[in-house]
């Protein structure tokens, strides 16, 4: 048996490594701070975060996506108050795709948010 080790894997045309079609990593993910001033603790094709407006960030990526065929998983931290609510990710974009947080009826800052994207970059 070998074994291979590797700093970074990439395939000969810069995108993601597959196996029999399937991709093996996320294209993007990032942890952040949704609540005042919002900021990235750590990310991966994630290139910044717009703070659209209580609770909707837009989440914009370094190296845009193949198409708008992605699937995103997000979660975030449950304040007190939560009684009704739950993430959305919509508007998807090659370049970009918007995040919604709800409690209550109501758009929700929280101070944690991680969210994974799979699918091909362009």
Do not use: H
């Not at 094709?45 to 370094?62: E, K, P, Q, R």
């Not at 190296?63 to 065929?69: F, I, L, P, S, Y």
């Not at 979660?75 to 947080?101: K, P």
């Amino acid at each position: 048996m070998s074994t291979v080790k590797a700093n970074d894997l990439m395939k000969v045309d810069g995108g993601i490594p597959t196996v029999k079609g399937q991709q093996l990593i996320p294209t993007a993910w990032v942890n952040f701070n949704g609540m005042n001033t919002v900021a990235i603790r750590g990310s991966e094709n994630v290139s910044s975060i717009t703070d659209s407006a209580t609770g909707i960030y837009l989440i914009n990526f370094a190296t845009q996506m193949a198409n708008t065929n992605y699937a995103v998983t997000a979660t975030s931290q449950r304040a007190v108050t939560w009684a009704n609510g739950g993430i959305d990710a919509n508007n998807y974009q090659t370049t970009n795709f918007r995040l919604e947080n709800v409690e209550n009826s109501n758009g929700a800052d929280t101070n944690l948010f991680g969210v994974q994207v799979m699918g091909g970059q362009a």
